[in-house]
């Protein structure tokens, strides 16, 4: 899935080389940017979510 001004190092052919070869789909698991950056489609961010609850429940236990 190549276009704009980025492109994965990992996409060869439109197929992820890092996650058995499955076509490219950033944000899927596996993927180098899962669980680090927000997506659109709200099913790629559960990763994120689960690390900012990690994150605030020390501030919520003080």
Not at 11 to 36: A, H, T
Request: proline share 6%; aromatic share 8%; net charge negative.
């Amino acid at each position: 899935m190549s276009g704009g001004g980025w492109s994965c190092p990992h996409e060869v052919g439109g197929n992820c080389s890092k996650v058995n070869d499955q076509p490219c789909d950033p944000g899927m698991k596996g993927c180098e940017l899962y669980g680090r950056y927000a997506f659109f489609n709200d099913d790629k961010n559960d990763r994120l979510r689960q690390k900012a609850e990690r994150l605030r429940a020390p501030a919520a236990e003080e």
